[in-house]
């Protein structure tokens, strides 16, 4: 599997840093970015504001860090899925159960990614989108690729095909955010990805 850089790279944050964070996390998913103060997710950090700005400078420094964080993260385990997994098949199978535990585990990064992607030109921190969205999706493609070459896929466009999957991804946890919906289960993972390998269309 070749390797893909990640233009996110971010050092391992400390226990002040962590509890800033976490802070920052919950309150812009719960109130939105632009509705959160710096007083608030110091309170709730239990820090003074000086301490804030030492390690992130301003609050969109910290939302940075925190999406990119995240973001690192996700990298890190897909890569660690195609180092563990072969098989074209396998490797998405164990990325989507992957996505969608992260969707159900940590909802609130789900909610922090929806409002930058969603949010109105010239609202929210300045981040560059293209390359957040672009750091998972080469490696899917990636794994396009390699299925392709391999004869485990049929040829095609790698960058169509890997949008095709992870929009039936991402538009299954778009649809769940808020709702009482059933919830991203490992076995429901298998079923889209068996779905996406096999087409609906009657033999």
């Not at 109130?31 to 950090?45: C, D, H, N, P």
């Not at 239990?46 to 992130?56: A, C, D, E, H, K």
């Not at 690192?72 to 385990?77: D, K």
């Not at 897909?78 to 535990?101: H, K, P, Q, V, Y």
Request: aromatic residues 8%.
């Amino acid at each position: 599997m070749s390797e893909v850089a990640s233009p996110f790279l971010v050092r391992r944050p400390n226990k002040t840093e962590l509890r800033l964070m976490d802070s920052a996390l919950s309150l812009f998913a719960e109130k939105g970015f632009e509705s959160t103060s710096v007083r608030e997710i110091i309170e709730r950090a239990g820090v003074t504001r000086p301490v804030l700005y030492y390690y992130f400078a301003s609050k969109e420094g910290l939302f940075s860090r925190l999406i990119k964080s995240r973001i690192q993260n996700n990298a890190h385990q897909i890569d660690a899925i195609c180092e563990e997994i072969t098989g074209c098949a396998d490797r998405l199978r164990a990325i989507a159960r992957n996505f969608f535990e992260q969707a159900e585990t940590e909802p609130a990064v789900v909610r922090l990614t929806l409002q930058l992607f969603f949010s109105p030109p010239g609202q929210g921190p300045d981040i560059d989108k293209k390359a957040l969205w672009r750091d998972r999706f080469d490696r899917i493609q990636n794994v396009v690729r390699e299925g392709i070459e391999s004869g485990d896929l049929k040829p095609g466009d790698t960058e169509e095909i890997a949008m095709a999957f992870c929009a039936m991804l991402d538009m299954q946890i778009l649809s769940r955010w808020g709702s009482d919906q059933e919830a991203l289960t490992p076995e429901f993972a298998e079923r889209l990805v068996n779905l996406f390998l096999n087409g609906a269309a009657a033999s």
